[in-house]
């Protein structure tokens, strides 16, 4: 089916998950419009990265269906290229290839993937890494670089596949805490610039600010919802509350 | 095609027609002979390779320097060197030495085929288990030691209780690849015409020109000997585990 | 599970029961086995070898010393020698290649083909060299005719070719584990960038893995030269045959001892510094990763 603005561009209606006989979501519904940022809090094991990785077609739903801007992910003929097209993805642990520089970690997937023109593919390349403010590091090793640099080389690798929307798996929780800043400032530019992302993170400082839409998962469901200013100051529900007060 | 005749032609199986070994009683009992004789020049090997091991690691921690360095040159001379020609060191040249006067009055060996295998095999593989062992009695925390200590162990009581016990299991994956390594190569006794297993059937095939029948029936027999091997060092390894530790 | 260190020990994990790195630990005890003394050690036993059955009491009224026989006959072992490097070599080049097919078909994810690739793999390293070299040798036809062409296959293609069987054998294993060791987030993101699983494997996993196998695969070709004496056995002129050729035609008693250390010397001196590089590689590799 064709998608059009006024739908949601990321939509998850009921999607349930086991890992085995463990079930880690258990009806999850989420609707994304084009230009919004969300953010997804929750304690460990409730499902947050699960959540993500689904939405990539990284693990598959065993109930439930996940659709990104008309494609359907759970479907099993999907077109797994045309969905990473539009789906850009940050892990944790950065994972850059360490046998490429940071340039070429940036240029290899236009070119292999996407088949595009190799000059046209290096320039666009430098300017991403300008953007991600690593200007001077295009030659730099993974292993000679800080961990928000690698992280920054990442998104940025992510970037140049041009998707629609950028997953964020909780990628500032590996970095030291003056690193993390960096790495913030970078998502925050793509944010204001219009891109849809969806995170997972912990830095509840860092979701107050840029969020359109917060969401708290537990135990494998979406507990509550809504927009910065009512969830962290007017949560509704007691598990959000009890939450809120260990972290904040 | 050519080609497709020649593989065909090399794979048909006359299986029917040629396995003399399982149908004639006189075969059966030669290839049956040398399944025993390889199993005693695997299990004679193997028991001799673990006591130059054992007496090597022992030695190597010794605090003596010359014996360490005579260990050292041991191990490095057993371990870069081919084992065959070491076979044959060990059979031509210091066995045509070694030789005493017999009844008739002429000169024979001391020890025979077979025990030259066994020797020579005995001290290579043992100059690698001496390794393992080594690495195996290293690999046990000095912290560990330190507090049997101060518990009042004497240093012969810490050995044989805590040092060895954990040693061995340490030990006991690379060893088990060892000595599986010196059942293969208990088939180089071959060259010095030790009625083991490959020899009885190149006899067999020689005689009876089933060379395919005989080379499968051969490769089978090895593979399940060796099998034979691994589920029991498995079975040993999983007799020593201890709940809850390792990997 | 969103664990900062995603390396945390599993519970009651004691580092007394790691299982044995040989690897990691290998250097320092091999530096302590074997350095300028042993090595002194073995050049002494050596020489006392060369030179001691030259007093024997049976040996016969030749005016020639054994250095100088051994000598004499060093050019044609040397051209012997140099006949089992060339197996050597050309049977590593070949089993690597199998065997790096082999191990990348041993993680293959349509399992039919992952089974496959590992029962070739254990059979192949299950079985006796030398055995492997008979079936070569009596069971490979002496040529092949593909259209027009005729492939001939001498004695010592089809015994560098038996040769290349276990080497395919075990670089299929050392692939197999270096290719898991890859940190499963490198599939990941490679895979959320779009990537095949052919490109995968060609542009970021394999890359990798050499630098992990590299070690181990020099060791193999030190276990390999030490093997190549075998075709000695089935009735190709390397070496060893040499040997036994030049003892049978100088016939002297006391030649034996020193001509077989002689050769044995050699393969040291070849084999020796590939095992110490190996250890080094080990060591550099080990920390890097």
């Keep these: ?248 | 095609m050519e080609l497709a005749n020649t593989l065909i032609d090399w794979l048909r199986p006359d299986w029917f027609l040629n396995l003399v070994v399982f149908s004639d009683n006189y075969y059966r009992d030669r290839y049956l002979a040398g399944l025993v004789t390889k199993i005693q020049l695997s299990v004679l090997s193997i028991f001799f390779s673990l006591i130059v091991g054992i007496i090597g690691a022992a030695v190597q921690g010794a605090p003596s320097r010359t014996l360490r360095v005579l260990v050292g040159a041991f191990v490095a001379f057993f371990r870069n060197t081919p084992p065959l020609v070491q076979l044959y060191f060990f059979f031509f040249a210091i066995g045509t030495v070694l030789r005493i006067t017999g009844e008739n009055g002429l000169p024979q060996p001391l020890v025979s085929n077979f025990g030259w295998a066994v020797i020579a095999l005995s001290l290579f593989a043992g100059a690698l288990n001496t390794e393992i062992f080594r690495a195996g009695i290293e690999a046990v925390p000095r912290s560990t030691v330190e507090a049997a200590e101060a518990l009042g162990y004497t240093r012969l009581q810490i050995y044989r209780e805590i040092v060895l016990p954990l040693a061995i299991r340490i030990s006991l994956p690379a060893l088990g690849t060892n000595l599986v390594n010196l059942v293969k190569t208990t088939t180089l006794a071959y060259a010095i015409a030790v009625p083991e297993l490959l020899y009885v059937s190149a006899q067999i095939w020689s005689e009876d020109l089933n060379v395919r029948e005989m080379m499968n029936v051969l490769l089978v027999s090895y593979v399940g000997l060796v099998a034979v091997l691994v589920w029991v060092l498995h079975r040993w390894e999983k007799a020593l585990r201890i709940p809850g530790y390792g990997e | 599970m969103s664990m900062i260190r995603q390396d945390a020990k599993a519970p009651g994990h004691l580092a007394v029961l790691h299982p044995m790195r040989l690897h990691a630990s290998a250097l320092p005890l091999a530096e302590r086995m074997f350095n300028l003394w042993t090595f002194t050690a073995l050049i002494l036993a050596l020489a006392a070898f060369l030179i001691a059955p030259a007093f024997a009491q049976d040996a016969t009224p030749d005016d020639r010393s054994i250095v100088a026989i051994l000598l004499e006959w060093t050019p044609t072992l040397a051209g012997g020698f140099a006949f089992n490097v060339l197996i050597s070599i050309l049977s590593m080049a070949i089993g690597t290649v199998l065997g790096v097919i082999l191990g990348v078909l041993q993680v293959s994810p349509i399992s039919p083909i992952r089974s496959i690739a590992w029962l070739i793999t254990q059979f192949f390293r299950n079985s006796p060299w030398l055995v492997l070299l008979f079936y070569c040798i009596l069971l490979i036809p002496f040529q092949i005719e593909i259209g027009d062409t005729t492939i001939p296959f001498p004695g010592w293609i089809k015994a560098t070719i038996g040769l290349s069987l276990p080497v395919m054998a075990y670089m299929s294993e050392y692939m197999r584990g270096a290719i898991l060791s890859i940190p499963t987030g490198q599939w990941e993101s490679a895979e959320s960038l779009g990537f095949s699983r052919r490109q995968i494997m060609v542009n970021v996993i394999l890359p990798q893995t050499v630098k992990r196998v590299l070690p181990s695969w020099m060791n193999l070709y030190a276990v390999l030269t030490m093997a190549t004496p075998l075709v000695s056995i089935i009735g190709i002129s390397d070496v060893m045959t040499l040997t036994r050729a030049a003892l049978s035609a100088e016939g002297r008693v006391d030649l034996l001892i020193p001509m077989y250390l002689y050769i044995l010397c050699w393969f040291f001196i070849y084999c020796y510094p590939i095992s110490a590089a190996t250890r080094r590689f080990e060591r550099r590799f080990a920390v890097n990763t």
């Design chain 1, 1 to 248: 089916m064709t998608w059009t603005p006024d739908q949601p561009i990321v939509s998850l209606k009921d999607v349930h998950k086991s890992f085995g006989t463990v079930e880690v979501l258990r009806g999850v519904s989420i609707d994304v419009m084009k230009g919004e940022v969300i953010c997804i809090i929750g304690p460990s094991g409730s499902g947050k990265s699960t959540l993500i990785r689904c939405i990539n077609a990284l693990n598959d739903i065993q109930k439930g269906s996940i659709t990104v801007e008309g494609l359907e992910v759970n479907d099993a003929k999907l077109d797994k290229l045309a969905l990473r097209k539009k789906v850009g993805m940050v892990f944790q642990q950065y994972n850059l290839f360490p046998h490429k520089t940071a340039l070429q970690n940036v240029m290899m997937a236009p070119i292999k993937v996407l088949r595009q023109n190799r000059a046209e593919v290096e320039q666009r390349a430098r300017g991403l890494i300008a953007k991600v403010r690593l200007e001077g590091k295009e030659a730099a090793y993974p292993g000679e670089l800080s961990g928000g640099q690698q992280q920054r080389v990442a998104i940025a690798r992510s970037l140049a596949m041009n998707p629609d929307v950028m997953l964020f798996d909780e990628v500032t929780a590996a970095l030291d805490p003056e690193t993390v800043k960096e790495v913030l400032t970078t998502i925050k530019d793509l944010a204001a610039e219009g891109m849809t992302c969806i995170l997972v993170t912990h830095e509840m400082g860092f979701a107050r600010e840029i969020a359109d839409c917060v969401y708290f998962t537990d135990r494998g469901v979406i507990v509550e919802s809504g927009p910065p200013a009512t969830f962290f100051d007017k949560a509704q529900d007691p598990r959000t509350q009890q939450f809120l007060s260990q972290i904040l």
